[in-house]
């Protein structure tokens, strides 16, 4: 399986941004999926996870009410959808699979990693 995320950039406070990550694979609709983000000198930490059919979702205490996360098995994609973002939401954001339909939190759950995108957003 290969990642390739997208759709990050420089936004202001208060803006808007959609993430995708494209998937390659005949498998992607059994895997999970999740979104993580590392800024410099920390570690990568969870955002968003969702199930391998989209059923069950969970965000971490930054995301909720935010962001959004959601998938398309048909066209191997998933998103994630971020809503008045903060200077605070900036870093690289990953797009991540998991070998499993159920979703995972944390780092180590994850078998397959995108390259990232950048998300800056100014104050």
């Known amino acids: 399986v290969q990642l390739v995320e997208s759709g990050g950039g420089l936004v202001q406070a208060g803006s808007s941004l959609t993430l995708s990550c494209e998937a390659s694979?005949?498998?992607?609709?059994?895997?999970?999926k999740g979104w993580f983000r590392q800024t410099p000198g920390k570690e990568r930490e969870f955002v968003a996870t969702?199930?391998?059919?989209?059923?069950?979702?969970y965000y971490a205490d930054s995301a909720k009410g935010r962001f959004t996360i959601s998938r398309s098995n048909t066209k191997n994609m998933v998103y994630l959808q971020m809503n008045s973002l903060k200077p605070e939401d900036t870093a690289v954001y990953y797009c991540?699979?998991?070998?499993?339909?159920?979703?995972?939190?944390?780092?180590?759950?994850?078998?397959?990693w995108g390259q990232g995108t950048q998300v800056t957003v100014s104050s």
């Open positions: 694979g005949r498998t992607f609709s059994t895997y999970a």
């Open positions: 969702i199930s391998s059919s989209g059923s069950t979702i």
């Open positions: 991540a699979a998991r070998r499993g339909v159920t979703t995972g939190t944390a780092t180590r759950d994850y078998d397959y």
